[in-house]
T-cell receptor, first 114, second 114 residues
Framework: DAGVTQSPTHLIKTRGQQVTLRCSPKSGHDTVSWYQQALGQGPQFIFQYYEEEERQRGNFPDRFSGHQFPNYSSELNVNALLLGDSALYLC?????????????FGDGTRLSIL | AQSVTQLGSHVSVSEGALVLLRCNYSSSVPPYLFWYVQYPNQGLQLLLKYTTGATLVKGINGFEAEFKKSETSFHLTKPSAHMSDAAEYFCAVSRGSTLGRLYFGRGTQLTVWP
C-alpha cells in the first residue's frame, strides 16, 4: 500500500522563477492538503483540494496556486519565487475533509531559492 | 482563532527516562488534537490523535497523551525513552469549521542520551 509520494525530493531555483511540485495521495484518499515548513518552524497550511476544487486556503499570496486531478493527485505551483519561499513543502492526504480524519504526510520536497 | 504552544523547543532525556513534551492549545470550540513525529529528512508520521471519548489516548511506539480540557493541554508522554525516539515532535489541532486544516505548534526537538 503506497503512502503519499512527492516529487521531486529536492529542487533548486532562483528568484523570480516558477516551480511545480507534485503529490500522489495515499491509496483510497481523495483529499490533498499542502503545507510549507520553514526551517525550525512547524508546518503552515497553504490550501486543501477536494473534488478538484480548492476548498480552503491559508494565509498565502496568490503566487501559490494548485490543482487536483481526477485521480486525486495534486500539484502546487509557486510563481515569482522569493528567497523566503525556501522551505520543505509537505503534501498530506486524507479520506474526506473531516476534521477528525488523520492526515498522512509525504516526505516533502525541499525547495531552495538562490 | 487557533493556536498551539509547545513549551520547550528542545528537550533532552537519558535513555530509559520519562519523556514529557508539553502542548497547550487555544480554541473557542472543542478541538481535535494530534501529535506527529518527524525524523530527519522525512515527512510527518501520526503518533496519536484525540477526537472524542476517552481523554487518555495511546499511540504508536509506546507514546500516550492526555486531553485536559480544564488546562487546555495535550501533553505527550512515554515512560521510558529509547534512542530511536530522538526526533522532532509536533502538536497540532483542527476543528470542524476548518475541515481538517491542521494548525501546528513550532515543534520540540527530543534528544535522547545513552
Amino acid at each position: 500500500d503506497a503512502g503519499v509520494t512527492q516529487s521531486p525530493t529536492h529542487l533548486i531555483k532562483t528568484r523570480g522563477q516558477q516551480v511545480t511540485l507534485r503529490c500522489s495521495p495515499k491509496s483510497g484518499h481523495d483529499t490533498v492538503s499542502w503545507y510549507q515548513q520553514a526551517l525550525g518552524q512547524g508546518p503552515q497550511f497553504i490550501f486543501q483540494y477536494y473534488e478538484e476544487e480548492e476548498r480552503q486556503r491559508g494565509n498565502f499570496p496568490d503566487r501559490f496556486s494548485g490543482h487536483q486531478f481526477p485521480n486525486y493527485s495534486s500539484e502546487l505551483n509557486v510563481n515569482a519565487l522569493l528567497l523566503g519561499d525556501s522551505a520543505l513543502y509537505l503534501c498530506a492526504s486524507s479520506l474526506g475533509q473531516g476534521y477528525n480524519q488523520p492526515q498522512h504526510f509525504g516526505d516533502g520536497t525541499r525547495l531552495s531559492i538562490l | 482563532a487557533q493556536s498551539v504552544t509547545q513549551l520547550g523547543s528542545h528537550v533532552s532525556v537519558s535513555e530509559g527516562a520519562l519523556v514529557l513534551l508539553r502542548c497547550n492549545y487555544s480554541s473557542s470550540v472543542p478541538p481535535y488534537l494530534f501529535w506527529y513525529v518527524q525524523y530527519p529528512n522525512q515527512g510527518l508520521q501520526l503518533l496519536l490523535k484525540y477526537t472524542t471519548g476517552a481523554t487518555l489516548v495511546k499511540g504508536i511506539n509506546g507514546f500516550e497523551a492526555e486531553f485536559k480540557k480544564s488546562e487546555t493541554s495535550f501533553h505527550l508522554t512515554k515512560p521510558s525513552a529509547h534512542m530511536s525516539d530522538a526526533a522532532e515532535y509536533f502538536c497540532a489541532v483542527s476543528r470542524g469549521s476548518t475541515l481538517g486544516r491542521l494548525y501546528f505548534g513550532r515543534g520540540t526537538q527530543l534528544t535522547v542520551w545513552p
